[in-house]
């Protein structure tokens, strides 16, 4: 199948696989078309297990290498990491993956803070992001190290500016990525949660001043390799964060180096259903490389509309292609709130002189189908760069709110399968 814009940008979809979902995708090559993915099967039982699997040809054909399943016990927590993300340094052909850790007790998997909750889920006071190095596409490893910033003041519980271990947590998740600057420096974008004088998470008042959820914010680490390339050495930047009745957070930030070296950084607002704005986009400037980042804004069209987004993840990059700057992103026709509906998924590029998006360019990658539930969501996809085509290309699972429950799925028509979106852009 495929859909195309007048913007020249054609869209076509591909089954990856059945009954599946992609964790995480990436080239462990700069100069040979070997993939790497980390794929959660049997979705429709709730039963599957996490595949590791490598493609030699670009895609074409898979073979399972082994499973993703690291855990470690610590006492009556239980660590665990996510399935990581990939990037390949051009300018030496090293490969750098990075994971984000995160402690769970006994109370299993919970994630909800909820209406003037006073706790703070162990998750959210335990993140930690890990990484470590090859420089022989895959074959070894250096030893796994957590990302410290530099300077007397920082180690392993105090790890960067703002955060502490058991305090707050700092995430560089799965579906974000890395970018390398012409420079070569590194620019890893992260969010955290906002700590008060006190040590405490700070909740900010919703429009009606009631107190509803701890702040989370932005921030971006700049890596340079030692001269001996034996590590990274990380620099972080000041903290994102958002003035209040605007969004209770900031999140899943991904930057982009525009044609003057200035730097965009665009993050997921996790919008309250209480708050001011409608569901939007923020984004940042930076003009340093990333060192200090300006205010939070809301992400706008020419004319000073927004662009209408629900909570979901953004991806932001310049595409070698061709050199533009595009964003896909769930962008809707009109206002919502909150994290949904999460259709259309689009890609549009963004003006690399006023930051805008350019709504000419706005091209449907997925939309809801006749055969698909109120609730589909076409989000967490993973993203590469075809080596072959120089095409942005996504891997994404048709994803639907409350996946256990059996209503969900109206007379079996809905198929929680993995398709392959490559976006043929023009040249």
Known sequence: MSAKSESGITVEKTLHKKDAFVLAMAYTSQTKPIL???????????????????????????TVTGEDNWEEKRGDRTA?????NSHIDPNNGILIQFFSEMEYGPEGDYDYFGAGADGTPLQSRTGKIFYHFSKDEGKTWTPMKQLIQNGPDYDAVHWADGIYYEKNMGFFGELMRVTQLRDGTLIVPI????????????????RFGEVIW??????????????????????????????ENMSRALCEPAVAEMNDGTLMMIMRGSVSARQTLPGVKFFSISRDGGRTWGPAVPLT?????????????PNLFRCSRNGKVYLIANILPEPCRMADPRYPLKIVEIDQKYFWAIPETETVIADRQEQHPKFVRFSNWQRIEDQVTGNPVIYMTDDIIDRL?????PG????????????????
């Not at 665990?80 to 990581?84: I, N, Q």
């Not at 079996?412 to 399968?417: H, I, K, R, S, V």
């Open 36 to 62: 790497q993915e980390t794929v959660q099967e049997g979705l429709r039982e709730f039963n599957g297990k996490k595949l590791i699997r490598v493609s030699e040809d670009n895609g074409k054909t898979w």
């Open 405 to 409: 429950f059996e209503d969900v799925f």
């Open 80 to 84: 665990m990491r996510d399935a990581g």
């Open 191 to 206: 969010c955290f949660n906002l700590l008060g004088e006190d040590g405490k998470m700070i909740k900010l008042p919703d």
């Open 301 to 313: 069209y020419p004319n000073g509309s927004f662009v209408h987004s629900p909570g979901s993840v």
């Open 412 to 427: 079996g028509t809905f198929a929680p399968d993995a398709y392959r979106y490559e976006i043929k852009v023009p040249d």
């Open 214 to 243: 701890p702040i989370e914010m932005c921030a971006t680490f700049r890596g340079r390799w030692r001269d001996d390339l034996s590590d990274i050495d990380w620099e972080m930047s000041n903290h994102v964060t958002i003035s």
